[in-house]
């Protein structure tokens, strides 16, 4: 098979790269200064194991490469907030034999939320979705860092909306011979609104920086409680924080790589690059849809997609909120909400 990555940023050039590197063909898709560098110098990709040049074909869209083939896999890995654009783009591509990508070949969201995968199977016949625990940073185009060990990420993959299949079991078994565990699931969804309630920090960060001392930690539990009692009244399962610890254990911890920089996640990192968009709408915000369809108040992750939005669109320094001035303000809109 061939992988091809929509959107080689954090996540897909750590997939790409790590794909690459087992020997898998890969064919990676960015934009701008990002596919610059990646057609010019190739990918570089920075692990534990060292830092390895990826010199692999690299194009901005479907119509570079002429028809897809028929064991082609779509790698969707933009941001949420991109998904459209993206879907638009390769789903109407002819494939080698007949019919069009969205007719004939599968795709993989790996993303954060669980919206891409809902709005890809608007398009896409053969949707899988991915839960993604991989820490990784792109700031610099080009240049991608992957930290985790001894792997380098764990991706539950399964059909969405549910579901097994051979083609999940295929592409697990690649995975896992590139420095990932791949579980393959009938409930992947679960494991994505799990990791969703860990997402819901990523507007935090952007907005007040890392999570690193009490004041953010206190404040970040009352932020993911709020996101469960949404998840609960919306009858919606997710994979208990002591399930995930008994998965994941100790094969996928953070450590630091020379030259590397780790200030924060993926919102962090779009604020850092100064994108102009972020993903809180489909983080923060899927609680917010989720409490007002179910008549749950969510103040707090009200205020952080109000913020992470703002912040995005004046291209604000990521951290630049005092987290005492962000509890304060969390404060007040909870007691508002009360009221």
């Not at 920075?46 to 082609?72: F, H, I, N």
């Not at 001392?213 to 469960?228: I, P, Q, T």
């Not at 205020?303 to 939005?309: F, G, I, P, W």
């Amino acid at each position: 098979m061939r992988y091809i990555i929509i959107g080689a940023g954090a996540v897909g050039g750590a997939i790409g790269g790590r794909l690459a590197g087992a020997g898998h063909e890969v064919v990676l898709v960015a934009r701008g200064a990002h596919h610059a560098a990646l057609r010019d110098g190739g990918l570089r990709l920075k692990v534990p194991d060292g830092e390895y040049t990826y010199r692999l074909q690299a194009v901005t869209g479907p119509g570079e490469l002429g028809e897809l083939r028929a064991d082609d896999v779509l790698v969707l890995a933009v941001k949420t907030q991109d998904t459209v654009t993206a879907l638009g783009t390769w789903g109407p591509a002819p494939v080698s034999g007949g019919g069009t990508a969205a007719e004939r070949l599968p795709l993989f969201c790996a993303q954060n939320g669980v919206e891409g995968q809902r709005l890809a199977l608007r398009v896409f016949r053969h949707v899988y979705g991915v839960c993604v625990w991989l820490p990784s940073t792109f700031v610099e185009p080009g240049v991608v860092s992957a930290g985790g060990a001894p792997l380098t990420g764990m991706l539950h993959l399964g059909r969405h909306p549910h579901g097994t299949d051979a083609t999940a079991r295929l592409v697990a078994a690649d995975l896992e011979k590139s420095h990932f565990e791949a579980p393959v699931v009938p409930d992947v969804a679960r494991w994505q609104y799990a990791k969703l309630l860990s997402n819901l920090g990523n507007a935090l960060e952007a907005v007040a920086g890392p999570i690193a001392d009490d004041a953010a930690m206190n404040l970040f539990r009352r932020v993911r409680a709020e996101g469960e009692t949404v998840l609960d009244a919306a009858g919606i399962a997710y994979a208990s924080a002591e399930e995930q610890k008994a998965v994941r254990g100790r094969k996928v911890d953070l450590v630091p790589l020379d030259g590397a920089p780790r200030g924060g996640g993926s919102s962090w990192q779009s604020l850092s690059r100064g994108t102009g968009t972020i993903e809180a709408d489909y983080l923060n915000g899927e609680i917010a849809l989720l409490g007002r369809l179910h008549g749950v108040p969510t103040p707090l992750n009200d205020l952080l997609q109000q913020l992470a939005n703002t912040f995005a669109r004046e291209r604000r320094a990521p951290g630049a909120m005092p987290v005492g001035e962000l509890t304060r303000l969390a404060d007040e809109a909870a007691g508002t909400a009360a009221d």
